[in-house]
Structures are given as structure tokens and as C-alpha cells.
């Protein structure tokens, strides 16, 4: 089992960035594919990047290559998402979930998942 948390979201303006978290607890996190998918109001969920257990593999949705950054420390447990030159349409809960299959895009594929946290970007 492994619980997953959230942090680092809030409102900014379009251009900023921001750093979300995802802090990890339970046995062997470091085993884990770990993946960032979004949700917007009235819109389906969305997958947005994903990291391998070793961090050799990074995937990342059309939408947010060049400007976001998936990264994690085994160490601490953690995986990162770098958003940089936010736009109005990133606006949505993002939800970190993690799953022992091979990275994937499937939303379906991840039995893990963190409580979401709010990203909010004005224009």
C-alpha cells in the first residue's frame, strides 16, 4: 500500500510557475511508476506526465513538453512536477497516482492516488 499527499498548488498569474509535491508513505515508493493527471471543471481527467521508478523515463502530455518537469527523489519519498510558463488552461485539481505496471497513460492503470491539489492560473 502506499498513501500519497499532494502539496504546492494555489493561484498565479499566467507566466508564473509553481512547484507541486507529491510525498509518498508506505513500503518500497521507490518501486513505483508515478504519474501527475489533472482535472478541470466539466472537462475529463487528464494525464499530464509520468515518471519511472529509477527516473530513467519521463512522459509528458503535448500540452505541457518544454514547460513542465516530472522529477523525483527516492530518498525522500517525493515526486516533483515543475510548472513553469503556466497558461489559463493548466487551471485544474492535479492528482498525483502510482502503480507497479510500467509507466502509463491509462488513469485506470494507477490503484494509488493523492486527494488533489488546486492549480489555479489567471490571465
Known amino acids: 500500500q502506499v498513501q500519497l499527499v499532494e502539496s504546492g498548488g494555489g493561484l498565479v498569474q499566467a507566466g508564473d510557475s509553481l512547484r507541486l509535491s507529491c510525498a509518498a508513505s508506505?513500503?518500497?515508493?521507490?518501486?513505483?511508476?508515478v504519474a501527475w493527471f489533472r482535472q478541470a471543471p466539466g472537462k475529463e481527467r487528464e494525464f499530464v506526465a509520468a515518471?519511472?521508478?529509477?527516473?530513467?523515463?519521463?512522459y509528458y502530455t503535448d500540452s505541457v513538453k518544454g514547460r513542465f518537469t516530472i522529477s523525483r527523489d527516492n530518498a525522500k519519498n517525493t515526486v516533483y512536477l515543475q510548472m513553469n510558463s503556466l497558461k489559463s488552461e493548466d487551471t485544474a485539481v492535479y492528482s498525483c497516482?502510482?502503480?507497479?505496471?510500467?509507466?502509463?497513460?491509462?488513469?485506470?492503470?494507477?490503484?494509488?492516488w493523492g486527494q488533489g491539489t488546486q492549480v489555479t492560473v489567471s490571465s
Open positions: 497516482a502510482a502503480s507497479r505496471v510500467v509507466v502509463t497513460y491509462g488513469a485506470y492503470e494507477y490503484p494509488y
Open positions: 508506505g513500503r518500497a515508493f521507490n518501486n513505483y511508476t
Open positions: 515518471i519511472s521508478w529509477n527516473s530513467d523515463s519521463t
